[in-house]
């Protein structure tokens, strides 16, 4: 179990990292945070304690093992955003210049993480982590309603994001890049809360979350 000295002191530098305009700052405050994460034991809590999912610890991970002149020339490329700067570093060097060049016009960052993501997907690069979580593969089966209820559900969740609200609604139609380890990250967390539940305080069957339970085999 982490201490509650550390988490506090992940969190001071986390919300640095969440104001951070400049690439050698970021760098630091990156490596700062997973330097004292000794183990991805920790990772769940840590997420939790942050508001955050254990897959952005692990891309933060990645990206901490990077010689810093690396980092900081792909954070300069991403604007300084971690997730695009995420996605830039999982394009073979030869289509990274393809994208900056073709993209090079793009100002939104938003549309820019959409688009390189897009990318990947026709490069067919395989996200590693889902073929590594058997788990995966059983949220996959599951009826997009339950994903369609549980978005509806997130909108009641405390400090929850209406964009992660949106992230869930993805799953519950055909779009593209659904990213299946944070959907299974999130589930985690929230079963732990006690928002992804069998029974509501009334005692009534939440079917939707039952079926997530069941696949995951939280119960």
Same mark, same amino acid.
């Given at each position: 179990?982490?201490?509650?000295?550390?988490?506090? =002191?992940? #969190? +001071?530098? *986390? @919300?640095?990292? #969440?104001?951070?305009?400049?690439?050698?700052? /970021?760098?630091?405050?990156? @490596?700062?945070?997973?330097?004292?994460?000794?183990?991805?034991?920790?990772? #769940?809590?840590?997420a939790d304690f942050?508001? /955050?999912?254990?897959?952005?610890?692990?891309?933060?991970?990645? %990206?901490?093992?990077?010689?810093?002149?690396?980092?900081?020339?792909?954070?300069?490329?991403? !604007?300084?955003?971690?997730?695009?700067?995420?996605?830039?570093?999982?394009?073979?060097?030869?289509?990274? !210049? @393809?994208?900056?060049?073709?993209?090079?016009?793009?100002? !939104? $960052?938003?549309?820019?993480?959409?688009?390189?993501?897009?990318?990947?997907?026709?490069?067919?690069?395989?996200?590693?982590?889902?073929?590594?979580?058997?788990?995966? &593969?059983?949220?996959q089966k599951l009826?997009?309603?339950? *994903? @369609?209820?549980?978005?509806?559900? !997130?909108?009641?969740? $405390?400090?929850? +994001?209406?964009?992660?609200?949106?992230?869930?609604?993805?799953?519950?139609?055909?779009?593209?890049?659904?990213?299946?380890?944070?959907?299974?990250? %999130?589930?985690?967390?929230?079963?732990?809360?006690?928002?992804?539940?069998?029974?509501?305080? +009334?005692? /009534? +069957?939440? =079917?939707?979350?039952?079926?997530?339970?069941? &696949?995951?085999?939280?119960?």
């Amino acid at each position: 179990m982490i201490t509650k000295s550390k988490l506090h =002191e992940i #969190e +001071k530098f *986390w @919300k640095k990292l #969440e104001k951070s305009e400049s690439a050698n700052e /970021t760098v630091g405050l990156v @490596k700062k945070i997973i330097s004292l994460l000794d183990s991805e034991d920790y990772f #769940e809590e840590t997420a939790d304690f942050l508001h /955050t999912t254990t897959l952005k610890l692990r891309h933060l991970t990645v %990206l901490s093992l990077l010689d810093d002149k690396k980092f900081k020339f792909l954070l300069e490329l991403a !604007s300084n955003n971690l997730d695009l700067c995420f996605l830039l570093y999982r394009f073979p060097e030869e289509e990274l !210049s @393809k994208f900056i060049k073709v993209n090079k016009r793009v100002s !939104s $960052i938003e549309k820019l993480v959409q688009i390189a993501a897009d990318r990947l997907d026709d490069l067919r690069v395989d996200w590693k982590v889902e073929q590594e979580n058997p788990w995966v &593969a059983q949220l996959q089966k599951l009826d997009p309603d339950v *994903w @369609k209820a549980l978005a509806d559900d !997130s909108k009641m969740w $405390i400090d929850f +994001k209406q964009s992660n609200t949106q992230k869930i609604n993805r799953f519950s139609n055909n779009a593209k890049n659904k990213d299946w380890q944070w959907l299974y990250d %999130l589930c985690k967390q929230k079963h732990a809360q006690g928002f992804i539940m069998e029974k509501d305080h +009334k005692g /009534t +069957k939440i =079917e939707h979350h039952i079926e997530i339970i069941r &696949a995951l085999s939280l119960s």
